[in-house]
């Protein structure tokens, strides 16, 4: 019985150490995260007159966002372009990692770190670089120009949804990598070998180990590309123009420019929300395509 309440007393003890461990990480969660999504959803509650701010509560802000073909336009080009950014950086980061994690024997850190290393400077400085590259008389356009493959500058390359695909493609790439690289890394390479000798190809090899084995890698690195690229601001201001923009300037324009704190905190919230929902329904949806893989 004594030896009950020992373990009884040891085991409250030990949640109250942990308890006393998390709550210095609970409470910057509360005052930088739980505090500011309170005074949004209070401000999305409000009505505004004016420069005055109404004191009752009511839904007016929402019906807008909900009602006004604008905002859903923006609200799906986001996802899209989000969605095309996800895409293309997957694409371009499976083979380097892939690379590196089965084909590189020595020195795998420093491979790491090269791969990173354009990603040492400003967020901003890169997104201006492309906008230098891609400009009317960019880096390409003056090339393609002075080699005569073009009479006159390519209007496309700037100011529509192709420039913030790609800049934001180049931006995230090391954010896919590395996530990538581990769960390669973390292979066990017995299991190729096992299916070398039972006489699969390199590629069917990789279609039913490396790449369910890697897919916790590559939903994670979609996820940590697509959630943050939905609410950009950035990028579509610097290199989208109006056919570029998404919902994030928006709200910039709500809360800046127009001075409606109440349609920009609700114009928040909706996007939030639409962007938490289409990301769980990918992770359900990716985790039952990996289940039908292997």
Do not use: C
């Not at 120009?145 to 790609?166: I, K, Q, S």
């Not at 990538?180 to 890394?185: A, D, F, G, R, T």
């Not at 084995?213 to 979609?222: R, Y």
């Amino acid at each position: 019985m004594t030896g009950r309440k020992a373990t009884g007393r040891k085991a409250q003890d030990d949640r109250t150490a942990g308890y006393a461990l998390l709550t210095p990480t609970l409470v910057v969660l509360a005052l930088a995260l739980a505090a500011p999504m309170l005074l949004l959803l209070v401000y999305s509650l409000k009505s505004q007159t004016g420069i005055t701010i109404g004191g009752d509560l009511t839904w007016t802000q929402y019906q807008a966002v909900l009602g006004r073909a604008s905002y859903r336009t923006l609200f799906w080009r986001s996802l899209a372009i989000s969605g095309a950014v996800t895409l293309v950086t997957l694409l371009l980061a499976y083979p380097m990692a892939y690379f590196v994690a089965f084909h590189v024997k020595r020195a795998k850190f420093l491979w790491l770190i090269a791969l990173t290393i354009p990603f040492w400077t400003s967020y901003l400085l890169r997104v201006f670089s492309w906008k230098v590259i891609l400009g009317f008389n960019g880096v390409i356009n003056s090339a393609l120009m002075r080699l005569g493959l073009v009479d006159a500058p390519l209007e496309f390359l700037l100011y529509n949804p192709f420039a913030v695909v790609l800049t934001l493609a180049h931006a995230w790439a090391a954010f896919a990598i590395l996530p990538i690289y581990v769960s390669l890394e973390k292979i066990d390479r017995s299991l190729l070998e096992a299916a070398t000798d039972l006489g699969d190809g390199p590629w069917r090899r990789f279609r039913r180990i490396t790449l369910p084995l890697s897919m916790p890698g590559v939903i994670g690195a979609a996820v940590l590309i697509f959630v943050p690229t939905t609410g950009d601001y950035v990028t579509p201001e610097l290199v989208g123009g109006p056919k570029g923009a998404m919902l994030a300037n928006a709200i910039e324009a709500q809360f800046n420019s127009v001075g409606n704190w109440p349609m920009g905190a609700a114009l928040a919230l909706v996007s939030m929300t639409g962007v938490a929902l289409v990301t769980a329904a990918f992770v359900l949806a990716a985790r039952a395509a990996t289940r039908a893989i292997r």
